[in-house]
C-alpha cells in the first residue's frame, strides 16, 4: 500500500503564495507520475499540473506561470509552488501518484485525501 500525505493548505490573499507538499509513504513500490488536481466547491476534480519521473512536466492553462511542480524522487515527495494566487484558485487540492507494486507486479494510482486553499481577502 502507499499512502499520501498532503500538506501546506491555508487562507491566502490574492496575489500570495503557497506551497504545497505531497509525500508518498509505502513498501514495495517505485514511484510514475505524480500531480495535482483540485475541487472547488460545486465543481468537478480538475488537473492542475503532473510531473514525471523524469521531471517532464504538464498544467492547465489557468495556473501556467504561476504554479511551479517539482519532485524529490528521493522521498517521493511532489510539490506545489503557488504564487499569484486568485479567488478562482480556491478549492481542495488533491495529490495523485501513479506507481508500480512490485510486489503486486501492477501500476496503481492513488489519492490523497487532499487539502484546502483559501484565497480571499
Known amino acids: 500500500q502507499v499512502q499520501l500525505m498532503e500538506s501546506g493548505g491555508g487562507l491566502v490573499q490574492p496575489g500570495g503564495s503557497l506551497r504545497l507538499s505531497c509525500a508518498a509513504s509505502g513498501t514495495f513500490f517505485s514511484m510514475n507520475a505524480m500531480g495535482w488536481y483540485r475541487q472547488a466547491p460545486g465543481k468537478q476534480r480538475e488537473l492542475v499540473a503532473t510531473?514525471?519521473?523524469?521531471?517532464?512536466?504538464n498544467y492547465a492553462d489557468s495556473v501556467k506561470g504561476r504554479f511551479t511542480i517539482s519532485r524529490d524522487n528521493a522521498k517521493n515527495t511532489v510539490y506545489l509552488q503557488m504564487h499569484s494566487l486568485k479567488p478562482e484558485d480556491t478549492a481542495v487540492y488533491y495529490c495523485?501518484?501513479?506507481?508500480?507494486?512490485?510486489?503486486?507486479?501492477?501500476?496503481?494510482?492513488?489519492w490523497g485525501q487532499g487539502t484546502r486553499v483559501a484565497v480571499s481577502s
Open positions: 495523485n501518484a501513479e506507481f508500480f507494486h512490485h510486489d503486486l507486479l501492477a501500476t496503481m494510482t492513488e
Open positions: 510531473i514525471t519521473s523524469a521531471g517532464n512536466t
